[in-house]
């Protein structure tokens, strides 16, 4: 028996690579307020609490009057060219496909909207190999509250000590630690050094490594 038997993923800057896409559409929404161009990095940093946040901090808090109208022309955007250059991180794929002869469920807990999670997912064909997607908007609660968590585990009847949420950011740390599950960072994501800061437990640089996580054997992913 595995040790873990559900598995939650976050989306941007865990199961995909995003951060193209994201900085695009970002920077489209800047150009139309006469606002300079942000970099890679610049957007990484902006990124975790759903595409609204997103966007007022790459306005500003001095353009609130203008934030919903940013946020239009965002989603309007990135819908457009949310799978441009998205692909999912390496061995991750190869991590899904490894997991349902183990007995283990996939789902994904993301504060991206989930329309356009669920369009990314399909796009990239991953969508049906979840059992379930939660995104920003799916309740009222995003992460890193846990309402997200627990209609997973609900739907899935998931015994609680079973549940591995895995995700890049301090964000995903602090959900798990609100539902009472285990979390495993990875460290290809979005802003690495900040999650060693918020999470310096169970952390991993290749998604080989998560499986030895799910087999309850943590010694061989990094600390």
Same mark, same amino acid.
């Given at each position: ?42 957007? /990484? $940093? ?8 997103? !966007?007022?901090?790459?306005?500003? &808090? %001095? @353009?609130?009057? #203008? ?73 009222? /609660? $995003? ?8 209609? !997973?585990?609900?739907?899935?009847? &998931? %015994? @609680?000590?079973? #549940? ?60």
């Amino acid at each position: 028996m595995k040790r873990y038997s559900l598995l939650l993923l976050d989306l941007d800057g865990t199961l995909l690579d995003t951060r193209l896409d994201l900085v695009r559409a970002t920077n489209h929404v800047r150009s139309s307020f006469g606002l300079a161009s942000l970099g890679v990095g610049e957007v /990484e $940093r902006l990124v975790g609490q759903g595409a609204r946040m997103l !966007v007022e901090r790459a306005l500003g &808090a %001095d @353009r609130a009057a #203008v934030h919903d109208e940013g946020m239009r022309q965002f989603l309007e955007y990135y819908g457009e060219h949310c799978l441009d250059e998205t692909e999912p991180y390496p061995g991750m794929v190869d991590l899904l496909d490894a997991l349902p002869p183990l007995g283990v469920r996939v789902a994904i807990v993301t504060n991206k909207p989930e329309a356009l999670t669920r369009k990314i997912l399909a796009g990239l064909g991953l969508l049906q190999r979840m059992i379930a997607v939660v995104g920003g908007d799916t309740f009222p /609660e $995003r992460k890193p509250h846990p309402r997200g968590v627990e209609s !997973v585990l609900s739907l899935c009847r &998931a %015994d @609680r000590s079973r #549940v591995l949420l895995v995700g890049d950011s301090p964000v995903d740390a602090a959900t798990a630690q609100a539902a009472g599950i285990a979390f495993c960072g990875v460290l290809w994501g979005f802003d690495p050094e900040r999650l060693r800061v918020a999470a310096p437990g169970l952390l991993v640089q290749r998604a080989s490594e998560l499986l030895a996580v799910i087999d309850g054997e943590p010694t061989r992913a990094l600390r």
